[in-house]
C-alpha cells in the first residue's frame, strides 16, 4: 500500500504457491490393533472354561461312581478323562494356531454349557437319584448301550437314513411338479387349491392305518406318508413363490421374446427359489416325525424301530442312546440342507440375515 502511494503502481504480491508439501502417511490407529487383537484372544479365564467344566464333570462322576459297578461306569469315567485331555490341549494350542483360536473363541460357551449339563445329568440321575430309575438312566448306562449295541444302531441308522431320502425325494418332486402348476397355470390353481387345503392339513401319520391296508409292504407304506408329509409344504410354498413372481420381470421377458418355457424355467422358478427352500426346511421337519412314527408302528428296522424294540424291553438306556443318533442323524441332514441352501442362495448374503 505504501509502494502504491509513492510510485503510483499498485503493489504487486508474489504468487502463492499452488504445490503442497505431501503429507504424512496416516498412522494407524494403534489402539484399534490392540483391541482388535485383544478380540480375537481368548482371556483366562475364558480360555479355562472348557478344561474347568470338564473337570467338574469329573468330579461329580468320581464322587458317585462307587455307588454302581466298575463294568457300568469305566467306559464313561474313561470318555470324561478324554473330555478334559481334549479341552486341555485345544487351550494350548489355541494360542499358536489363530483358526482355532477364532473358533473356540465362537465355541467355547457352547462347549462348557454342554459338559456342564452332562455333569448336571450325572448328578440328578446317577449321584442324588432325583429321577426314578430304570426311566431316567445316567450318561454312563447311556454310553454303554450306545457301546454294546453300536452294531445295531449303525444298522438303524442307516436304514432310517436310506428311508428318509427315498420319501423325501419322492415328496419334493411331486411338491415341486404340483407347486409350479398350481402357482403358475390359473385353471390348475382353481382346482387344485381346494385339494391342497383340505388334504394338505391332515397329519401324515394319520394316514398310517389307510396306508398299511393299501400299501403291499411297511417299506413302501413309510416312504409313501414321508412323501405326503414333504408333498405339503413344498407345493404350498413353490406355488406361492412361483404365482408372486413380479410382473415387472415377466413383462420384461416378454419383451424380449420369451415363450412360456422360458418365463417358467428361467424367470419364474429362480425368483421362487427363496420360497422353495422354506418348504423344502419345513417338509425336512416334517419327515424326521413321520419317519419315526412310520418305523415305529410298521418297520422292521430304523431307529424308529430300535425306540420302540427297547423300550419293550424296558431297556430306558438304549431308548436314550437311540435319541442321542437321532439328534445327530437329523442335525447332519438339516446342516447340510443349509449348506445346499447356502450356495444356491450365495446373493442373499448381507440383504437377508440368515
Not at 415341486?176 to 397329519?203: A, E, H, Q
Not at 412314527?293 to 431307529?303: C, H, I, R, T, Y
Amino acid at each position: 500500500m505504501l509502494q502504491e502511494e509513492i510510485t503510483g503502481r499498485p503493489e504487486i504480491s508474489p504468487p502463492k504457491s499452488t504445490t503442497q508439501l505431501p503429507s504424512a502417511p496416516p498412522q494407524p490407529d494403534v489402539n484399534a490393533i490392540q483391541r482388535r487383537e485383544g478380540g480375537l484372544k481368548l482371556g483366562w479365564r475364558a480360555q479355562l472354561a472348557v478344561p474347568l467344566a470338564a473337570l467338574v464333570a469329573l468330579v461329580i462322576h468320581l464322587l458317585f461312581s462307587k455307588r454302581a459297578p466298575a463294568v457300568e461306569t469305566h467306559s464313561y469315567t474313561l470318555f470324561v478323562y478324554e473330555i478334559v485331555g481334549v479341552s486341555i490341549v485345544l487351550a494350548i494350542a489355541q494360542r499358536f494356531w489363530t483358526p482355532l483360536r477364532s473358533w473356540m473363541r465362537h465355541m467355547c460357551p457352547i462347549f462348557t454349557v454342554a459338559i456342564l449339563a452332562l455333569g448336571l445329568w450325572d448328578l440328578v440321575t446317577f449321584g442324588f437319584q432325583l429321577l426314578p430309575l430304570p426311566y431316567f438312566p445316567g450318561p454312563a448306562a447311556v454310553l454303554r448301550s450306545l457301546i454294546s449295541d453300536r452294531v445295531l444302531l449303525l444298522d438303524s441308522t442307516w436304514h432310517s437314513l436310506a428311508l428318509l431320502l427315498s420319501g423325501y425325494m419322492v415328496g419334493v418332486l411331486v411338491g415341486l411338479i404340483s407347486g409350479i402348476c398350481i402357482g403358475w397355470s390359473t385353471p390348475i390353481r382353481y382346482w387344485g387349491m381346494p385339494m391342497l387345503k383340505i388334504v394338505g392339513p391332515i397329519p401324515a401319520t394319520a394316514w398310517i392305518p389307510l396306508a398299511m391296508v393299501v400299501s403291499p409292504s411297511a417299506i413302501v407304506s413309510a416312504a409313501g406318508l414321508i412323501a405326503l408329509a414333504v408333498w405339503f409344504p413344498v407345493t404350498m410354498l413353490t406355488a406361492s413363490g412361483i404365482s408372486n413372481t413380479p410382473a415387472s420381470y415377466l413383462d420384461v421377458a416378454r419383451t424380449l421374446g420369451a415363450g412360456r418355457a422360458y418365463l417358467i424355467f428361467r424367470v419364474a422358478i429362480p425368483a421362487a427359489v427363496p420360497n422353495i427352500f422354506i418348504g423344502l426346511f419345513m417338509g425336512l421337519g416334517a419327515s424326521f416325525l413321520t419317519l419315526v412314527v412310520a418305523e415305529s408302528v410298521g418297520v422292521k428296522s430304523g431307529l424308529g424301530w430300535y425306540v420302540s424294540w427297547a423300550q419293550g424291553w424296558a431297556e430306558y438306556g438304549k431308548v436314550f442312546a437311540a435319541l442321542i443318533i437321532m439328534a445327530a442323524f437329523f442335525s447332519t441332514v438339516m446342516t447340510l440342507l443349509f449348506k445346499v441352501r447356502d450356495r444356491v442362495l450365495v446373493w442373499q448374503k448381507g440383504v437377508i440375515k440368515w
